[in-house]
């Protein structure tokens, strides 16, 4: 059958359909985040990764197949060279209507240069990641970055019109004591936050068995200081969602590693190199690189066989932080 009669949705072995890709267009990022890299770095070489026009050739076999959904992510996704030419190509689907939304998780420190062109793109919300808001902590945490470039890329994205979720990863110790500032911080602008539980991702030269916090536990901690009310609210995602009363503004819940949530699951993750990955806490991974050289057909037909064998459930376990559940960084999915 031809591509383009009646195309089935994407579905997996659990019958879950997939219509959100989440698109990694670079593994190199410009900070060395201390739950996402190691200090020390080998990135992949140039030519190992998808040119843009293969990216966007993916894109659209996915979109074609029920993807309403894709977000662009790294590494930094605004490091790739040429980055805003994909998301003039992808925006020609939000034209059509065949694609609900394109968006981006970012660590922000590029965003001012770029946000005005994404909203032009159609682009209406994007994510940034934001662990701390002292300019100390904020470099210590990054190893290299400088907590005013990210104030002044939020500051042009919500300019420009953008929606922002700020997103932030728990660890015990300093930040337990900075959340209330991000809450503010956040709400007063008009920001949800989301707040992440660290993952046992790749070998990053830091114990984690140290730094890793419970969301339950944070929560309870957070309802002692503010009125918090559970919301239905999903985005098709994996968080819980609170209101804070005092503020009026959300804040989402990603538990990975208390909480298991990949009974609805609807996405799938490909890397830069067209390496597919349908489940974050599963290293394996299905190539779609040489297939989509050969042809759509090709590419698809490995897509579909890959879903069949996607995990019901991840292998993330909060007794297991020590080592690495999976030895593949987050940087080389953007999460």
């Not at 994407?10 to 990694?24: A, K, M, P």
């Not at 759509?296 to 993330?316: Q, S």
Request: hydrophobic share 40%; proline share 4%; charged share 25%.
């Amino acid at each position: 059958m031809p591509l383009d009669t009646a195309p089935a949705p994407l579905v997996d072995g659990f019958g879950r359909t997939v219509n959100y890709l989440r698109l990694s267009v670079t593994d190199r990022c410009d900070l060395r985040c201390t739950y996402c890299m190691a200090e020390r770095m080998t990135f992949l070489p140039r030519r190992d990764v998808l040119s843009l026009e293969e990216l966007a050739r993916l894109s659209d076999l996915f979109i074609r197949h029920g993807a309403r959904k894709l977000r662009i992510t790294g590494g930094e996704p605004l490091v790739r060279r040429d980055i805003m030419d994909l998301f003039r190509d992808l925006s020609r689907h939000l034209a059509t209507g065949a694609l609900d939304e394109l968006t981006l998780t970012t660590n922000g420190t590029l965003l001012a240069r770029h946000a005005a062109a994404l909203a032009a793109c159609g682009v209406r919300r994007v994510n940034v990641s934001l662990d701390t808001l002292d300019a100390d902590r904020y470099r210590a945490i990054t190893r290299l970055g400088d907590i005013r470039m990210v104030l002044a890329g939020i500051d042009a994205a919500l300019e420009a019109g953008l929606k922002v979720k700020l997103n932030a990863v728990a660890s015990r110790g300093a930040f337990e004591g900075e959340v209330d500032d991000l809450i503010r911080f956040a709400h007063a602008r008009g920001m949800d936050l989301t707040l992440i539980e660290e993952m046992p991702l790749g070998e990053t030269g830091l114990d984690r068995n140290q730094s890793v916090l419970s969301l339950r536990d944070l929560e309870r901690d957070l309802a002692a200081r503010w009125t918090l009310s559970p919301l239905r609210r999903s985005t098709g995602g994996p968080a819980r969602y609170v209101r804070v009363n005092e503020t009026g503004g959300l804040i989402g819940l990603i538990s990975p590693m208390s909480c298991n949530f990949c009974a609805l699951c609807n996405r799938v993750r490909v890397s830069c190199t067209g390496q597919l990955y349908t489940c974050l806490g599963d290293d394996s991974a299905v190539d779609l690189r040489g297939p989509l050289r050969h042809s759509d057909t090709a590419a698809l037909d490995a897509l579909r066989a890959a879903l069949m064998v996607k995990p019901e459930r991840h292998a993330f376990d909060m007794s297991r932080m020590a080592g690495t559940a999976v030895p593949r960084h987050m940087s080389a999915l953007g999460g």
